[in-house]
């Protein structure tokens, strides 16, 4: 079973101050799959991401992808070495076209050479979310789905190996949820490793294979989604009482 995994999260841990973000957090990433890491909020998820890619320095524990260490190294590394991410909050440069948005993802690819491919490698991971025409428009001008989209395409341009969205189907209506839902499929049909953090059920029951469920820091339940999702201590967690047989 080892072989498929392709990152592995061990015993992780991270605080601040006085207080336990998150404690002693496991779990396995296969190949090909696409994780949800659920909970309430103030759970930790975010935390374990900011852990995962290199954000935050941990107080103990060990992150592998491939077998390769990589907790411990700093964020443009961590990108390097095949780990992009997306934030719950927006960062694209505004004043910049899609276009240009996206080739800063190709630009920080290990020997990746500056001339008129990028452009055009850049449109392909345009054209894959659905904004190839648009290349031209600033991208603070963009609606709120299509900077979302944007902000997949410039990740997607460093060709990871695993994915990390943070609340990326969050504040869509119904039909953009729904396009939203396609394109992440479309990208773990790619080959690529999902770990997506996510409060809109329905896409966690669409999308995927396994959930680990967080709460106070610590995880709580592990299994596919419907298990998870009716297990006792994770409906406890999230209705904030006990539930009782």
């Not at 336990?20 to 659920?38: E, T």
């Not at 103990?60 to 934030?87: E, H, K, W, Y």
């Not at 106070?216 to 006792?232: F, M, N, R, S």
């Given at each position: 079973?080892?072989?498929?995994?392709?990152?592995?999260?061990q015993?992780?841990?991270k605080?601040?101050?006085?207080?336990?973000a998150?404690?002693?957090?496991?779990?396995?990433?296969m190949?090909?799959?696409?994780?949800?890491?659920i909970?309430?909020?103030?759970?930790?998820?975010?935390?374990t991401?900011?852990?995962?890619?290199?954000?935050?320095?941990?107080d103990r524990?060990t992150?592998t992808?491939?077998?390769?260490?990589?907790?411990?190294?700093p964020?443009?590394?961590v990108a390097r070495?095949?780990?992009?991410?997306?934030f719950?909050?927006l960062?694209l440069?505004e004043?910049?076209t899609?276009l240009?948005?996206?080739?800063?993802?190709?630009?920080?690819?290990?020997?990746?050479?500056w001339?008129?491919?990028?452009?055009?490698?850049?449109m392909?991971?345009?054209e894959l979310?659905?904004?190839?025409?648009?290349?031209?428009v600033?991208?603070?001008?963009?609606?709120?789905?299509?900077?979302?989209?944007?902000?997949l395409?410039?990740?997607?341009a460093?060709?990871?190996r695993v994915?990390?969205?943070?609340?990326?189907l969050a504040?869509l209506n119904?039909?953009?949820?729904l396009?939203?839902?396609?394109?992440i499929?479309?990208?773990?049909?790619l080959?690529?490793?999902?770990?997506?953090?996510?409060?809109?059920?329905?896409a966690i029951?669409?999308?995927c294979d396994?959930?680990v469920?967080?709460n106070?820091?610590?995880?709580?339940?592990?299994?596919?989604?419907a298990?998870?999702l009716?297990?006792?201590?994770?409906?406890?967690a999230?209705l904030g009482?006990?539930v009782?047989?």
């Amino acid at each position: 079973m080892d072989g498929d995994i392709i990152m592995r999260v061990q015993g992780i841990r991270k605080t601040f101050g006085g207080l336990v973000a998150v404690d002693d957090v496991s779990f396995d990433l296969m190949r090909g799959q696409i994780l949800g890491l659920i909970g309430p909020n103030g759970s930790g998820k975010t935390t374990t991401m900011n852990l995962i890619s290199g954000s935050f320095p941990m107080d103990r524990g060990t992150i592998t992808l491939d077998g390769q260490v990589i907790s411990g190294r700093p964020a443009n590394q961590v990108a390097r070495m095949g780990v992009a991410r997306t934030f719950q909050l927006l960062r694209l440069v505004e004043d910049m076209t899609v276009l240009e948005n996206a080739v800063v993802g190709l630009a920080f690819r290990p020997g990746q050479p500056w001339n008129d491919r990028i452009a055009r490698q850049g449109m392909e991971y345009l054209e894959l979310a659905g904004l190839a025409h648009l290349a031209g428009v600033e991208a603070g001008k963009l609606t709120y789905i299509d900077q979302k989209r944007l902000e997949l395409a410039r990740a997607l341009a460093s060709q990871p190996r695993v994915l990390l969205l943070d609340e990326w189907l969050a504040g869509l209506n119904a039909t953009e949820l729904l396009s939203g839902i396609a394109l992440i499929r479309k990208i773990r049909d790619l080959g690529i490793a999902v770990v997506m953090v996510e409060h809109v059920m329905s896409a966690i029951h669409s999308l995927c294979d396994r959930c680990v469920v967080m709460n106070a820091g610590g995880k709580i339940a592990e299994g596919a989604p419907a298990q998870v999702l009716t297990d006792p201590l994770v409906v406890e967690a999230y209705l904030g009482e006990p539930v009782h047989a």
